[in-house]
């Protein structure tokens, strides 16, 4: 059954969703961060744009606080509560490896969240070995998909890793319906994989814009969606038959179609 998780840096929010699902016998499940929507957070009442928060925060600044909003979150939700390394262009994997170290101390329902890139990929390695559960995000393609699926399977080959939660893959759908691709077709791609290949990571249907979004995540069985609360609102306050008739394909009827990618066999 497909979770519903919070993306948001806002405690306040995921007390507020928390029991409009519950007012309709939905659950919220789990939460996301991100250091942008944590920067929101600090920075909301001066009405500052998103960007120029982002710069007045130092990095240890929003360390702290996404550790306060964290295990703020944590007693709201009864699941994973995913909370990122900061990372750029220029931070090496032996710096996300010590971030990340660090935040899994914070609570065991803790899954650390990893950017899709070279230098995360070595991190992922030393932190998974360590059993340590990890979200990979900026996730855009499905032969990232299929890569972060590969690595997981060379990782558990050296042994089972039991934690209570399985990584998870988290494509950003609406970052590609923003430049008019289908973004959800990743996600679809993903599932398809999964079932095929019994691949382990749980697939979370991320950067959610929209109710059809989440309507089409739930007709794929998609493990997992985050969506901001602006989303849920509409979507949890719909009726059952509403649901139902939600057109959940016309909005990317002129979005430029992902063909589906057969990969070529290989073993590990
Ligand atoms: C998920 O973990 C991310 O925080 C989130 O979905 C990003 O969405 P955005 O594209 O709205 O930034």
Redesign the pocket.
Known sequence: MTQFLL?SGDPDEYRAIATLAKQHQEVLFGA???P??IAKKLLGPLRQSVSEASTKVTQEKAFELQKQIVLEIINIVPGPV?AEVYADEKTTANEMISQAREITKWHQRVVI?LPTTIEAFKARTVLRREKIPI?N?LVFSQQQVLAINLHEQLIQKEGPIENEWQPFI?P?V??LDDINIDGMAVVEWAMRQKRTHNFTPLI?L????RAEHIKRGLDFEVDLI?A?AKVYQEWFTLTNEQKQVVDAKSYASNFKPIDYWEPPRCTV
Do not use: H, M, Y
Not at 206 to 209: C, K, L
């Open positions: 993306d996301t961060t991100n942008t929507l995913s969240k979200n995000t988290s950003f609406g970052r979370l991320a950067s959610v814009r985050t901001p």
